[in-house]
């Protein structure tokens, strides 16, 4: 199975910062089949970005993906008080599915 | 709008069964997966399986083969995870979530469902 690996494990910054979060696969990512999600505390994660840049529905365009066949990049360009959260990519792209550790973006 | 609503948080003992269920509204709920995903506290997210609502075609991750089932009621248009053998290590939030049969991400995804093993 692809193995996901994000880094930092943990980002410190303060708002209207840019902040850039990786994601590094074991193997190539069929087709930048690829997604990022933001988990708050308490709550379900919620899909941001799909096959690699796409934003998803009500995603704003602070919100940022990049990247291709190992190396993929989350972007926020300018993070806003309800940005800091655990982002986490997922490969969907082959079986089975896997997810990364995931990035904390807490508050400097 | 589109809305997976799970059911309440459970405490079961170590070797019971616990079943999760998923209720979906605002879309047809024959033409998207239904996946599982659980996540211990404090950890990242673990996938278990999917179901295909429509024919109930499922595939689970290796690790829960043989102790995690997963069907469907498509009148009321409710999917369910049932995990047998319980023991501590299968406390976690198990999440129910949306797939797309083309594309194939999550979204969205449910409240997520407690459920704690101990004796």
């Known amino acids: 199975e692809i193995v996901l690996t994000q880094s930092p494990g943990t980002l410190s910054l303060s708002p209207g910062e840019r902040a850039t979060l990786s994601c590094r696969a074991s193997?190539?990512?069929?087709?930048?089949?690829l997604a990022w999600y933001q988990q708050k505390p308490g709550q379900a994660p919620r899909l941001l970005i799909y096959?690699?840049?796409s934003r998803a529905t009500g995603i704003p365009d602070r919100f940022s993906g990049s990247g291709s066949g190992t190396d993929f990049t989350l972007t926020i360009s300018r993070l806003e008080p309800e940005d800091f959260a655990v982002y986490y990519c997922?490969?969907?792209?082959?079986?089975?599915?896997?997810f990364g550790g995931g990035t904390k973006v807490e508050i400097k | 709008q589109v809305q997976l609503v799970q059911s309440g948080a459970e405490v079961k003992k170590p070797g019971a069964s616990v079943k999760v269920s998923c209720k979906a509204s605002?879309?047809?709920?024959?033409?998207?997966?239904i996946n599982w995903v659980r996540q211990a506290t404090g950890q990242g997210l673990e996938w278990m399986g999917w179901?295909?609502?429509?024919?109930?075609?499922?595939g689970y991750a290796q690790k829960f083969q043989g102790r995690v089932t997963m069907t469907r009621n498509t009148s009321i248009s409710t999917a369910y995870m049932e995990l047998s053998s319980l023991r501590s290590e299968d406390t976690a939030v198990y999440y129910c979530?949306?797939?797309?049969?083309?594309?194939?991400?999550?979204?969205?995804w449910g409240q997520g469902t407690l459920v704690t093993v101990s004796s």
């Open positions: 979530a949306r797939r797309r049969r083309t594309g194939r991400w999550f979204d969205p």
């Open positions: 605002g879309y047809t709920f024959t033409s998207y997966d």
């Open positions: 179901m295909n609502p429509n024919s109930g075609n499922t």
């Open positions: 193997q190539s990512v069929s087709s930048s089949y």
């Open positions: 096959g690699a840049s």
């Open positions: 997922q490969q969907y792209g082959s079986s089975p599915t896997t």
